[in-house]
């Protein structure tokens, strides 16, 4: 069958973590299910071999599958993509889904009924799919080179002004000090000036 040797109970337990599975699965279509259930979806699966899963890992498929639906579609999406996309009979079982989805925690969602359509704000992180980690890698290098970047700017934009402020400081203290030693000589040109206004009142007195 295509449970093989992996029964329902296995796929239900190891849920968000099937990668430990995938190794461990001898039949090729139980692979297939635990790959899509690890980071694809019901479309990757047959129909007939949906068929032959069990209730509840079905169930748990298609809310998986309405989160996988979020990176193919963008978050607001229509109910009729969803529903061949989920493999659901009427818009009443969309629904429904999207509520269990909610209440399991597998996403934040909002149902607009009148104009069909489901947003879908938040979810629970998959597993990476193997083929796009090496693009992740590279994207991620790319952040971190523009980052440093943009920490280096920064840093020298940061170490400018830092010289610049220094040199303002240093004008202002050059500034203050002039100014304080001339108003010393003003102090002591006026002391000088008071002293010898008196020696020459002295004086005038001295000779009347």
């Known amino acids: 069958t295509v449970m ?13 973590r099937y990668g430990e599975l995938i190794a461990k699965a001898e039949c090729p279509e139980t692979r297939a299910v635990i790959t ?6 019901l479309a990757d699966i047959p129909e007939e071999r949906v068929k032959e899963l069990p209730k509840e890992v079905l169930e748990y498929f ?47 969602a909002t149902i607009d009924s009148s104009a ?18 090496s ?3 590279n994207m991620m290098d790319q952040w971190m080179q523009a980052s440093e970047a943009v920490i280096a700017q920064a840093t ?8 610049k402020l220094a040199a303002a400081r ?12 001339a108003r010393v000589a003003l102090e002591e040109e006026y002391k000088e000036y008071k002293g010898q206004s008196r020696s020459t ?8």
Do not use: F
Not at 36 to 41: E, P, R, T
Not at 69 to 94: C, E, F, I, N, Q
Not at 156 to 163: F, G, I
């Open 135 to 137: 693009s992740m890698v």
């Open 170 to 181: 240093e004008e202002e203290k050059v500034a203050n000090d002039e100014v304080l030693a």
């Open 116 to 133: 069909r359509k489901i947003t879908i704000s938040s979810w629970a992180a998959r597993e990476a799919d193997p083929s796009t980690i």
């Open 62 to 108: 298609s809310r998986v599958s309405l989160v996988h639906a979020v990176s193919k579609h963008g978050r607001t999406l229509d109910y009729d993509v969803l529903l061949p996309l989920l493999r659901l009979p009427s818009d009443a079982a969309l629904e429904a889904l999207v509520i269990d989805s909610i209440y399991e925690g597998i996403c934040t």
């Open 4 to 16: 093989s040797s992996i029964t329902a109970a296995d796929l239900v337990q190891y849920k968000g």
């Open 156 to 163: 020298d934009k940061a170490v400018e002004e830092d010289e």
């Open 36 to 41: 899509a259930l690890a980071y694809g979806s």
């Open 201 to 208: 009142s002295r004086m005038g007195g001295v000779l009347g």
